[in-house]
């Protein structure tokens, strides 16, 4: 696959495909192609029916992904003010992405989506998805906004915004917590939720939160 | 407080606190910040506004003040985010300068920094039978201190001289230096010119603004305007 990304406020990523390459997202992302593109789909069946329907149903993941294979070009975007990279993972090496960031990745890299438990507080966070791509292959994402890198040391901890994550190894571990405005009961009361970082890992953070864009947008 | 613009699209604003050193922001725009950052809540109350004028400044339907704010403690960093595209400004405030900022743009200030919300205009407009008010609601910053703030797309920063005039649209206007005077006018067009006698309907200064009552609305199809009058910075942003 050659990749080109065209645009700066609101990229595209226009992959350039040789006859049967192939390449996989989420349904919706496409802005254009070739004629010659053959679009499929691809289900996401992995941990079998109880993790399925616990994606797909409880938690929105799409059951299939969709499949463009070549020749010829198609060009994807997230619709949102932001930056394109790219990250070349070797065979075994593994990344997670948050949930809409993730653009499309070559097609011998395996996909998979893991639950992050939220706070648990009534009628606040109750968790979200992530994407786990592991290699060989090549992975595209787009962060909203502008990205900003951390490389965490053993035990090292940051404090984020939930909607600031966009991209963290394995090895960082996420753990969800009330982050009080303050003391007494109206601080808990004014309590918002946060997401703590540990590391070792490198871990990518976002500067717009794209469900706040999303909901501007509606 | 130091401040600093990371990023370019959608710029985050990272302030790095000594031990001891309190910051204020807006609640619910804190990025990312380090575990040795003591975060609190500070009332508008505590920082001299009483609860009256913010209920008249709520009363008056588009004013979307929070009664908290967030308090950074340092030593640290921490990140704040509007989640806009757009330029971030750094303005350091000397004893009694003042600036007024748009509201919504305000990203952080230091506690030494006075902050008073306001009305800086208001008009009102009528479609058919109904009536409608519009306000410009301002965050008024006065020195000494550090001040961060946002704009929507472009900042485009003006030194006027005294006399010097500047007209913006309401929506332009991101921030002006307390010495300006702000007139509300109309800018009408060819033929609503001829009926009515030209743009000139405004009051003098900041009071004759606020001073505009209901009813006293321009002329049909016509478009408020702010006239700025120096001296002193006004600063207007291209994405408004």
């Given at each position: 696959m050659k990749l080109d990304v065209r645009g700066e406020f609101v990229p595209v990523a226009l992959a350039q495909l040789d006859p049967g390459e192939q390449i996989f997202c989420e349904g919706g992302l496409m802005v254009y192609s070739d004629p010659s593109i053959q679009v499929g789909v691809r289900p996401f069946t992995q941990g079998g029916l109880g993790q399925t329907m616990k994606r797909t149903l409880v938690g929105g993941i799409p059951f299939f992904m969709h499949v463009y294979s070549g020749p010829g070009y198609a060009a994807f975007s997230r619709f949102s003010p932001g930056e394109i990279r790219t990250l070349e993972l070797p065979a075994g090496q593994a990344v997670d992405i948050a949930e809409h960031s993730l653009l499309l990745a070559t097609g011998s890299v395996q996909y998979d989506a893991f639950y992050v438990p939220g706070t648990g507080r009534i009628g606040r966070m109750i968790g979200f998805w992530m994407d786990r791509l592991t290699g060989p292959g090549t992975v595209v994402y787009h962060g909203h906004g502008n990205i900003l890198g951390f490389t965490l040391a053993q035990g090292e901890v940051v404090e984020i915004d939930h909607g600031a994550l966009l991209i963290k190894d394995p090895t960082v571990q996420l753990q969800s917590f009330n982050q009080p405005l303050g003391g007494g009961l109206t601080g808990h009361a004014m309590s918002f939720e946060c997401l703590k970082a540990v590391g070792p890992g490198k871990l990518l953070i976002q500067t717009l939160d794209p469900t706040k864009v999303h909901h501007q947008t509606e | 407080m130091r401040a600093d613009t990371v990023g370019g699209i959608t710029p985050a604003i990272l302030l790095t606190l000594n031990t001891g050193e309190k910051v204020l922001s807006e609640?619910?725009?804190?990025?990312y910040m380090e575990p040795t950052v003591k975060l609190n809540r500070r009332t508008q109350k505590s920082l001299g506004v009483s609860r009256s004028h913010l209920m008249g400044m709520h009363a008056r339907g588009d004013s979307e003040e929070s009664y908290y704010f967030a308090e950074f403690t340092g030593p640290g960093h921490v990140t704040l985010s509007r989640d806009k595209g757009g330029d971030a400004r750094i303005q350091h405030l000397n004893p009694q300068q003042g600036l007024r900022i748009k509201s919504g743009h305000l990203v952080a200030f230091d506690e030494s920094v006075r902050y008073f919300p306001n009305v800086l205009a208001q008009w009102v407009t009528y479609n058919g039978d109904d009536q409608e008010v519009h306000y410009i609601f301002v965050d008024d910053m006065t020195g000494p201190g550090g001040v961060v703030f946002q704009g929507h797309g472009n900042v485009l920063s003006f030194q006027l001289r005294p006399g010097e005039m500047i007209r913006t649209t309401v929506h332009g206007l991101l921030a002006v230096e307390n010495t300006v005077t702000v007139n509300l006018n109309w800018l009408v067009g060819m033929q609503m010119n001829t009926v009515f006698g030209g743009a000139g309907f405004g009051g003098g200064g900041l009071m004759g603004a606020m001073m505009m009552q209901q009813g006293q609305a321009g002329p049909g199809n016509s478009q408020p305007v702010l006239d700025l009058v120096g001296p002193g910075v006004v600063m207007v942003n291209s994405g408004a």
């Open positions: - | 609640h619910g725009i804190m990025l």
